[in-house]
């Protein structure tokens, strides 16, 4: 079975700080890793994703996320936010060949001016 | 490519009465999820067809849903009767099919349902 938790249901951060948000996961086989994003009013969006190559991964609007087997976590970070990311963040886990989903429960991101 | 539509939107109906929801996946995704959000907490999973087949239903939640997908295209989620804990965000997503490789996963936009 497989599970992801992620801390924090609402971060709140200053437009310019850092951007953390945080998932672990737990996995009994080598796992793939999503962290999607859903704006206001619309549908799910995929940040990035790992699928056992680089640990490091980049994805769209500055976002990036580190594979840390060791610590089983999967944490989404931005250098620098701005008011357009505020929106709620999900990470999510699936073993491979197109199984479903797992997701966390979600982390609505604040950014304040 | 166009990407995953689904339809309507929105929709509010009354307890007891049914409910079609519509999921039309990218042209040549094999593989198509539903999931449902309800009253803020995490995406759960429904069911995964590969093609016209259920692959998965486990999570179904029961009988009243029947989901349905004619001709390996798009995909229907019937709800019958509904019930006030049906309510919530409704999710469809389409991915390549693979055995060793994942894709990755194309998600709509969602239908909230709301039941009255």
């Known amino acids: 079975a497989q599970s992801v938790t992620q801390l924090g249901s609402h971060v709140s951060v200053s437009e310019g700080a850092l951007v953390l948000l945080r998932c672990n996961y737990s996995?009994?086989?080598?796992?793939?890793l999503f962290w999607y994003v859903q704006y206001p009013n619309q549908g799910l969006q995929l940040l990035l994703k790992?699928?056992?190559?680089?640990?490091l991964v980049k994805g769209i609007n500055g976002f990036e996320a580190e594979f840390k087997k060791s610590e089983t976590s999967f944490h989404l970070t931005k250098p620098s936010a701005h008011m357009s990311d505020a929106a709620e963040y999900f990470c999510?886990?699936?073993?491979?060949?197109?199984?479903?989903?797992?997701f966390g429960e979600g982390t609505q991101l604040t950014v304040n001016p | 490519e166009a990407g995953v539509t689904q339809f309507p939107s929105h929709s509010v109906i009354e307890k007891g009465q049914t409910v079609t929801l519509r999921c039309d996946p990218i042209?040549?995704?094999?593989?198509l999820y539903w999931y449902r959000r309800v009253m803020g907490k995490e995406i759960k999973f429904l069911l995964h067809?590969?093609?016209?087949?259920?692959?998965?239903e486990s999570g179904m939640p029961n009988n009243r849903f029947l989901a349905e997908r004619t001709g390996g295209t798009y995909s229907t989620l019937k709800v019958q009767p509904a019930e006030l804990e049906d309510s919530g965000v409704y999710f469809c997503?389409?991915?390549?099919?693979?055995?060793?490789?994942?894709?990755?996963?194309?998600f709509g936009s969602g239908t909230r349902l709301t039941v009255v």
């Open positions: 997503a389409s991915s390549l099919q693979g055995v060793r490789k994942n894709y990755g996963y194309t």
């Open positions: 067809f590969v093609k016209e087949s259920k692959q998965d």
């Open positions: 042209s040549g995704h094999d593989n």
């Open positions: 999510a886990v699936t073993r491979t060949g197109g199984s479903r989903l797992t």
């Open positions: 996995s009994s086989v080598p796992p793939y």
């Open positions: 790992y699928t056992s190559a680089a640990t």
